[in-house]
């Protein structure tokens, strides 16, 4: 059966995915140690660019080991000056995520396991209801390589346009062109003047909390989307329910249901914890996920049903089974299978808002902070981050809308 395949596939895919956002956001701790003999104490070299957990532990500290006084604590990671040549040791101490570069894997690999598992779920019920001969389809398509093509040139230029972007502003801060160029094609975004680490470690630790949250979120809005709307056609009572579900997700909005849960479940009842997740992290993790989750569920689920209003009986003949769950709920799927993409990037945009309100250390928080303090690398990092997610996910979901079905490459 092609339907348990893809979910098969689907499953597969989710799960490898939060396995690795949450081996992303494991930390240790680590000491960076240099010793040398001069009048200046230098920190270990390239110690800005380790992934530090600042959002989570704090920024790294500093202690500098002499021979004959007592140890020095900086406040900050910073060079120190003696009055004469000395022996010293520089320690650096922390914690890091070690595997944060794995994160933007994590996300992508969610948002395939989900778009294919919403193809998945639609065949399985469509077979179980109609069975397995009528579920088949033949699609007649055109070429897969001038279609990918085309969603690769879309690409390019809507990149091209954001690297426009930021290197105008780069340079209004007095940086040069082709120092700009390199800097964003390696993805070295510089120090952030805050933090006084590397802009790099910076998103790429917080993009691991936010792929956490948003992969479990998203995946249990779609799948959960996909089978209300299949049942919600034909049974009167929950297709009431899913049409009322609708307002509340509109009136209560992701960050103003954020701040009910808080004043409900933390203040009020005190079941769950409150603040930045150091340990126990599933029980930080309930209301951020609420809030995402249950708004967008109505949304989504009302963006497919919307479409099969006024269902007549019969046509030429046709069981009403075969005409609402073969044909119209198949064009319905696949005209849904374009706007998942979509809906990945507003819900990722809504969690970034949620994750303030939260403490989550995701890039939501992490925005947050470099606004208040006018980071400005910081911001174009999250904002180059933010911008090409949102176009590989469009790219990779087309790509992966015309294999399941062939109509959209002609």
């Known amino acids: 059966m092609r339907s348990l395949q893809l979910l098969y596939i689907s499953i597969v895919l989710l799960l490898l995915g939060l396995i690795i956002a949450y081996i992303s956001i494991e930390s240790e701790r680590i000491d960076l140690i240099s010793y040398n003999v001069s009048k200046i104490a230098t920190p270990p070299s ?15 500290n500093a202690t500098i080991i002499t021979f004959n006084n007592e140890p020095i604590h900086l406040h ?5 000056y003696f009055n004469q040549t000395t022996n010293y040791v520089y320690i650096i101490s922390g914690y890091v995520q070690p595997y944060a570069y794995l994160s933007p894997f994590s996300l992508f690999l969610i948002l395939t396991g989900t778009f294919i598992g919403f193809k ?20 007649v398509g055109g070429s897969l390589y001038r279609y990918s093509l085309k969603r690769f040139s879309s690409f390019i230029i809507s990149m091209s346009l954001i690297i426009a972007v ?23 975004l510089g120090i952030s ?11 790429l630790t917080a993009l691991s909390y936010t792929s956490l949250l948003l992969g479990i979120s998203f995946a249990l809005t779609v799948y959960l989307s996909a089978f209300l709307s299949i049942y919600g056609i034909t049974n009167k009572t929950l297709r009431s329910i899913i049409d009322k579900w609708k307002y509340i997700g509109t009136a209560l909005a992701s960050w103003v249901l954020s701040i009910i849960i808080i004043y409900l479940f933390h203040f009020f009842f005190n079941i769950f914890p409150y603040g930045v997740p150091k ?7 309930f209301m951020p996920l609420i809030s995402l989750f249950f708004p967008y569920i109505g949304i989504f689920t009302n963006r497919l049903l919307i479409n099969v209003k006024n269902l007549p009986p019969n046509y030429k003949g046709l069981k009403e089974n075969i005409l609402i769950y073969r044909h119209l709920l198949g064009n319905v799927t696949v005209v849904m299978l374009t706007s998942i993409s979509s809906a990945f990037i507003e819900m990722l945009l809504a969690e970034m808002l949620v994750e303030g309100i939260f403490l989550w250390p995701g890039l939501g928080e992490l925005a947050k902070i470099a ?8 911001i174009e990092g999250i904002m180059i981050l933010y911008s090409t997610i949102a176009l590989l996910s469009n790219l990779l979901t087309d790509i992966i809308y015309g294999i399941l079905d062939p109509r959209v490459t002609r």
Not at 76 to 80: D, K
Not at 128 to 133: H, K, N, Q, S, T
Not at 175 to 185: A, D, V, Y
Not at 371 to 378: L, N, P, R
């Open 371 to 378: 606004v208040q303090h006018g980071d400005y690398k910081v």
């Open 46 to 60: 390239d110690w800005q660019n380790y992934y530090w957990s600042v959002l989570v532990y704090g920024p790294p």
């Open 120 to 139: 998945g779920t639609t065949l399985f019920f469509q077979s179980r209801i109609l069975g397995e001969e009528l579920t088949k389809g033949y699609a």
């Open 193 to 203: 003047s805050y933090f006084g680490i590397s802009v790099t470690s910076l998103v």
């Open 279 to 285: 340990s126990n992290l599933f029980s930080y993790l």
């Open 76 to 80: 900050n990671v910073s060079t120190y």
């Open 166 to 188: 930021i290197i105008v502003l780069e340079y209004l801060h007095g940086r040069g062109l082709f120092k700009t160029i390199e800097g964003i094609l390696t993805f070295n």
